[in-house]
């Protein structure tokens, strides 16, 4: 939670409810934290001043408003005051500590049996209790459901209809909705029942399982599978199956009304009392049950620190997830439509941005305006009701590989698997395996219990054009100075017409530090992308791609004696430490490997032949391993390491998400990997993580509401730069090691993206 700023009001109602601090801001308005004059904690929801003077919007925020305050249950963060006619309107929920079960699921992993069967009885008696009122949910997904001690509780229910046909929604061209979780009626343009919100809660089911009942593949093959073929269930329990298969029918008619669906239940609860796995349980005790205790200074924690909250492109911070929205500070948004690029693109419909403020997906004017909280980023966009329904395309057969050409693939996501990390020989079979990580917990609750005791000493800094210069305030020798900024020169790739990536007009450029005049290299190419400088600076190694063929190819620091190496399939390369080779990719017997080939004579050396693709390679600074995405099962990708001087041995796992792990890079010390965490498309969305090369320690970095890839460290370890944004429009920016100083670096309206410090 954050103070409050200048501006914002000290209450609302007359004085009713205290505002104490900030828990979020999102496309509908702020949410703040309240006292009541009796001192109980409550949400309040300040709607913009924009919305509050549009007749039809306070029209449908009233009805809706006084629908959902007749929700009552056990399992609902209920309404229990607002003021629609209010200048501005405002509404008030009950405050329930918890983190999201998108949080919950990000940081633990897929649930056990046991504790599905009590989110499922939860979740559908927050339903029958929402229906039973007259509301129809519409937007039930992780983002939207509270862990808390006792049961999960469904927020946000039925006030999202309050933006439908409004003016300021209108005026983006975006539609209520997130897609990933919409049932076939909705995205055909069929009639909207309660039965849409049972084909949500069986994707939610699934997801908390470790599956992806329609794959994550592109937004056309997900719009198809979800419309036309039946959903993969591996990953959901036996005793649960059926009635998960039931909600996720193509007929609403055939789907169960919540009571049905309860009655097929067999609720199972652990012995202790419990229904969460020993980790979750653990992450629920790092909310604070008295948050006004919890303001911290505006920057972010520490590295290692685990915590729900979240910057975005704007400056503002994310909700922590205990008034109802996103821990994780995703919001439910789309990209404008991408053409396909890499494993994580998409084309795709345009779709609102979550509202973060408890009023469901609401627009955000343009992309990168940071708009809302929340946590799933849909797949989709839902069409507009009307006589004209959507037909999905047939699902495509081919995406592209890394920012390059595209090459038929399988789409459809299949089960997880994990590649063996002791076993000799790469073609060894990969058992199956559900998707999930496991966090470690304890670190953070060793800080929450230090701060609690007055051992940690926050330093507060004052932030300037997004970032975080020193400022006043208490220090401690236990705080380290903030790192400075980097002097060296980032590279960069520019793109001089739009189209990127199916239409590549990128050049290299260098961005010097202190200045943000970027001036171009190497200017005879017409599609360049993803430069990496040597290790002695002096030159640096790009990706080229022609009519005749893709190549990597060297040049010197300025941009002079452009030299082809070796044909290579695209995407990524990396310098070895000694700057004699380059790891790249290269396509053998139809399966994208890795190679490492000699700069001096373009000579290559085949070093992975198993059956999975092979991303984003990244050499490590002793030069004794190479990083990679492995493809460890359909869409499964996840951080390995490969030996090259022990080709045969098989790569060793890093990362077990229940999401794609792409893009890591070796910090100069080679004891952390930041890397990319989820997909452009996926329910996920992507953010910045840091993991541990060892596997242990993996935390957020960056998590915001947009798309965060490509990370590059400083050489000294100290900054991160990054690139956000949508694929057609991304922008750099940049983020100390350890979450402080965020600040953007692409200046004017050039697209620039794929950086490189080192």
Not at 28 to 44: E, F, N, Q
Not at 53 to 71: G, I, K, L, M, N
Not at 204 to 214: E, K, R, W
Not at 574 to 594: F, H, I, K, M, N
Request: charged share 20%; with cysteine; aromatic share 6%.
């Amino acid at each position: 939670m954050k103070p409050l700023e200048a501006g914002d009001p000290e209450s609302v109602g007359d004085g009713r409810y205290r505002l104490v601090g900030r828990l979020g801001q999102g496309g509908m308005g702020v949410v703040y934290l309240g006292r009541s004059r009796s001192g109980r904690a409550v949400a309040v929801k300040v709607v913009r001043p924009d919305l509050s003077t549009d007749p039809e919007f306070v029209r449908r925020f009233a009805r809706e408003v006084a629908a959902a305050r007749q929700v009552g249950g056990f399992h609902t963060a209920p309404v229990v005051d607002a003021d629609p006619d209010g200048h501005p309107a405002w509404l008030v929920t009950a405050y329930v500590p918890g983190p999201t079960l998108r949080a919950v699921l990000d940081q633990v992993g897929a649930l056990p049996a046991d504790s599905l069967t009590v989110l499922a009885a939860g979740l559908a008696e927050a339903l029958e209790a929402i229906h039973r009122a007259g509301v129809i949910h519409r937007d039930l997904k992780p983002a939207n459901i509270i862990v808390a001690e006792d049961g999960p509780r469904v927020i946000d229910f039925g006030i999202a209809r309050a933006l439908d046909g409004t003016a300021a929604l209108t005026r983006t061209g975006l539609q209520v909705g997130t897609p990933g979780y919409l049932a076939p009626e909705q995205l055909t343009g069929g009639t909207i029942t309660p039965a849409v919100d049972m084909f949500a809660l069986g994707i939610v089911l699934c997801q908390a399982a470790g599956g992806a009942p329609f794959g994550e593949g592109t937004s056309a093959a997900w719009l198809y599978r979800v419309v036309h073929e039946e959903p993969e269930l591996s990953a959901v329990p036996e005793p649960l199956r059926e009635a998960v298969a039931a909600c996720l029918a193509k007929d609403p008619a055939r789907r169960p009304t919540p009571a049905a669906f309860l009655d097929r239940l067999t609720v199972r609860h652990r012995e202790d009392g419990g229904w969460l796995p020993d980790e979750a349980t653990a992450l629920l005790s790092t909310v604070p049950q008295h948050p006004e205790t919890a303001v911290v200074p505006e920057e972010r924690e520490a590295a290692g620190a685990v915590r729900d909250d979240t910057r975005r492109p704007d400056g503002t911070d994310g909700t922590d997830g205990t008034d109802g929205t996103d821990g994780t500070g995703r919001a439910d948004r789309t990209a404008p439509a991408a053409p396909p690029t890499a494993r994580n693109a998409e084309p795709g419909p345009v779709a609102g941005a979550e509202d973060g403020t408890g009023g469901g997906p609401v627009a955000g004017a343009e992309a990168g305006a940071g708009a809302g909280a929340g946590s799933e980023p849909p797949t989709a966009a839902a069409p507009p009701p009307g006589p004209a329904p959507v037909q999905p395309p047939p699902p495509p057969t081919a995406v592209p590989t890394t920012a390059g050409p595209a090459t038929p693939v399988p789409t459809t996501a299949g089960p997880a698997t994990s590649v063996p990390e002791d076993v000799p020989g790469r073609r060894a079979e990969r058992p199956a395996g559900r998707r999930g990580r496991r966090v470690t917990v304890a670190a953070a609750l060793v800080v929450c219990a230090a701060v609690a005791a007055g051992l940690l000493v926050w330093q507060p800094w004052k932030g300037t054009e997004g970032g975080a210069e020193p400022g006043g305030g208490t220090s401690s020798p236990a705080v380290a100075s903030p790192a400075a900024f980097p002097d060296t020169t980032l590279l960069v790739r520019q793109d001089t017409a739009p189209g990127w990536p199916s239409d590549c007009h990128g050049v290299i450029a260098v961005r010097p530090a202190g200045t943000d005049r970027p001036r171009r290299l190497v200017p005879d190419g017409t599609c360049d992308y993803l430069p990496q400088w040597a290790p002695d600076r002096a030159s640096f190694a790009f990706t080229r791609v022609t009519p005749e063929e893709t190549a990597v190819w060297t040049a010197k620091a300025d941009g002079s004696g452009a030299r082809r190496i070796a044909a290579i399939s695209g995407g990524r390369v990396s310098w070895s430490p000694d700057g004699t080779r380059l790891a790249v990719l290269r396509v053998e017997d139809g399966v994208q490997q890795l190679f490492e080939v000699r700069v001096s004579d373009g000579s290559a050396r085949q070093l992975t032949d198993g059956p999975g693709r092979v991303e984003d390679p990244a050499w490590s600074p002793d030069g004794t391993r190479i990083a990679v995405s492995l493809e460890a099962g359909k869409g499964n990708w996840q951080v390995h390491t490969v030996d090259p001087s022990a080709p045969d041995r098989a790569p060793r796992q890093v990362t077990r998400l229940p999401h794609p792990a792409l893009d890591a890079v070796w910090s100069p010390d080679g004891r952390t990997f930041a890397y990319t965490a989820g997909s452009y498309q996926g329910p996920n969305k992507g953010d910045i993580r840091l993991v541990g090369t060892d596997g242990t320690g993996d935390r957020p970095l960056v998590v915001t509401a947009e798309h965060e890839m490509d990370p590059a460290w400083s050489a000294d370890g100290g900054w991160l730069a990054f690139v956000r944004g949508p694929y057609q429009k991304p922008v750099i920016w940049a983020v100390r090691a350890d979450g402080t100083g965020e600040r953007r670096l692409t200046t004017g309206d050039v697209p620039e993206g794929h950086p490189a410090w080192r």
